[in-house]
T-cell receptor, first 114, second 116 residues
């Protein structure tokens, strides 16, 4: 699976959009981009994933560049409860014999400030 | 649905003791996983299973064993506990990506283990 690079930390203001970058310059054509977050030592929580197209759900939007070498997770209106470590993960589509195991890096520690 | 349930939530072991971390899920997921997370670090995969009776090693399997006799349960066994196994352990389960599923992993709340 391709390696990802994320800034170790970032702050954002409550109510503003939070834009979390992720670099995955060695991504292959069949690899998805996943985002998870972990709030204060709880189990990680799935946010969103995508392959080529931009994706949006009730939690966030995922913008993937045309060359797929980087992506941005957007939290449209950050709240204090969005303070967490955010993980960007790249992996191939599910291989039946290998499950959907994910490799977590260090992530970005996001602090939402009032 | 209770989701993924892990027990115990906290445990202190002495060096050389053994124990089993229990994990059960009620979502009928095929795939299950065990991760560990050391302080300030990301999660590392210990073992995973793609179905009952099938298990495989992850990134850091040494010192652990697993079994998968049913779809619901995926216990993690620690033999001869060592201080290096002090960590938070997370169990997770998932569907695959077929049928419109996201393939997302559902995690339990974690089990904090201290080996002294």
């Amino acid at each position: 699976d391709a390696k990802t690079t994320q800034p170790p930390s970032m702050d954002c203001a409550e109510g503003r959009a939070a834009n979390l970058p992720c670099n995955h310059s060695t991504i292959s054509g069949n690899e998805y981009v996943y985002w998870y977050r972990q709030i204060h030592s709880q189990g990680p929580q799935y946010i969103i994933h995508g392959l080529k197209n931009n994706e949006t759900n009730e939690m966030a939007s995922l913008i993937i560049t045309e060359d797929r070498k980087s992506s941005t997770l957007i939290l449209p209106h950050a709240t204090l409860r969005d303070t967490a470590v955010y993980y960007c993960i790249v992996r191939v589509a599910l291989i039946k014999a290998a499950g959907n195991k994910l490799t977590f890096g260090g992530g970005t520690r996001v602090l939402v400030k009032p | 649905n209770a989701g993924v349930t892990q027990t115990p939530k906290f445990r202190i072991l002495k060096i050389g003791q053994s124990m089993t971390l229990q994990c059960t899920q009620d979502m009928n997921h095929n795939y299950m996983y065990w991760y560990r997370q050391d302080p300030g670090m990301g999660l590392k995969l210990i073992y995973y299973s793609v179905g009952a009776g099938i298990t495989d090693k992850g990134e850091v399997p040494n010192g652990y064993n697993v079994s998968r006799s049913t779809t619901e349960d995926f216990p993690l066994r620690l033999e001869l506990a060592a201080p290096s196994q002090t960590s938070v352990y997370f169990c997770a389960s998932s569907w695959g990506l077929a049928g419109g599923n996201t393939g997302e992993l559902f995690f339990g709340e974690g089990s904090r283990l201290t080996v002294l």
